[in-house]
């Protein structure tokens, strides 16, 4: 009877060890920017001059050109800073990037539309895991293992700057 007791108790010890949280931390170099490159679907998070991290990215939809109003499927280009975290999103894990920002309301008030929102990088959720490689509304997705490591080492006030 001790023996299965000691058994049991080494199994659940095991099962516990295995439910490794989303939440990891970091303590290496400070990720002081972040450079998004949309023609080859690269990110990368630098430190000064030094890429920290690569990673292959999915875009919105429509990757081609930069967003300007709501739904058009495209990823913003420009100059943005991760703005807030969400623990709880729907895609596993997410950073939002500032948009819209003052020229992107400015262009979209002028075609007399709303330039959109919610922009983020996050993981993405089982419903998505099949699908090509532009599949969200003007976001930028990365593996969830990935946006683990991502959001474990990029702080609120990280620039980011998005290319086409």
């Known amino acids: 009877m001790r023996r299965?007791?000691?058994?049991?108790?080494i199994l659940s010890l095991v099962g516990l060890a295995g439910c490794a949280s989303k939440f990891k931390t970091y303590n290496g170099p400070e990720v002081t920017r972040i450079l998004v490159y949309k023609d080859s679907r690269k990110m990368y998070l630098m430190h000064q001059d030094d890429v920290l991290e690569?990673?292959?990215i999915g875009l919105g939809f429509a990757p081609e050109g930069d967003k300007t109003?709501?739904?058009?499927?495209?990823?913003?280009?420009g100059d943005y800073i991760?703005?807030?975290r969400?623990?709880?999103?729907?895609?596993?894990?997410?950073?939002?990037?500032?948009y819209p920002n003052a020229a992107d309301r400015a262009y979209a008030s002028s075609q007399g539309k709303d330039p959109g929102g919610d922009i983020f990088i996050h993981g993405r959720p089982w419903?998505?895991?099949?699908?090509?490689?532009?599949?969200?509304a003007g976001c930028?997705?990365?593996?969830?293992?990935?946006?683990?490591?991502?959001?474990?080492?990029?702080?609120?006030?990280?620039?980011i700057s998005i290319y086409p």
């Open 140 to 159: 930028i997705a990365v593996t969830n293992s990935e946006m683990e490591d991502i959001y474990a080492m990029v702080r609120n006030g990280t620039p």
């Open 4 to 9: 299965f007791a000691v058994a049991l108790l």
């Open 82 to 84: 991760i703005d807030r």
């Open 127 to 136: 419903k998505n895991r099949k699908g090509g490689p532009d599949w969200t």
């Open 69 to 77: 109003i709501l739904g058009d499927g495209r990823t913003p280009e």
């Open 86 to 98: 969400n623990p709880n999103s729907a895609f596993h894990l997410s950073l939002g990037i500032s």
């Open 54 to 56: 690569t990673y292959d």
